[in-house]
């Protein structure tokens, strides 16, 4: 699994390379999925990457959130939880507060290589973060 986590890694950090402008200061609007009618959608490697950090965090299960906000996201500080590996969605800011999406083009590639270790994993696609996430946890415990 380290080394699947690594390869993910690697897309996030190849990401953080390319010179995009954006204005996200953690604002955290684009995590009020419930406002912005968009939910990133993760692979089954970023889905169990962002689940690692999540269990790294002392948690086991996802809170259940009312607000519509993301899952990942501190009532308490309003801060994500597992910033640092945060899925690509997150990383390409979906959302208008943070600049809007990056240009499938200019990211198309990473994408692939996402896909590519999906496949590896098994898995069939990205599904939004909840669902991705919940799935995460039921490999987990099956382990």
Known sequence: MKTIFAKVRAVYAELE???VQRQCIARTQ???FQLTGLTPELTKGEAL???QAFRATGRKELPERTDG???LLQPATGRCLIYA?????CRTHFCEAAGGMIPRQDVVDLIRR???IDRELGGDGPHQIVTALTAALQNHKTR
């Open 17 to 19: 390379k390319r010179p």
């Open 30 to 32: 684009c995590c009020q």
């Open 49 to 51: 990457l962002a689940w």
């Open 69 to 71: 906000a993301c899952p």
């Open 85 to 89: 590996d945060r899925p690509f969605g």
């Open 114 to 116: 996402l896909e590519e």
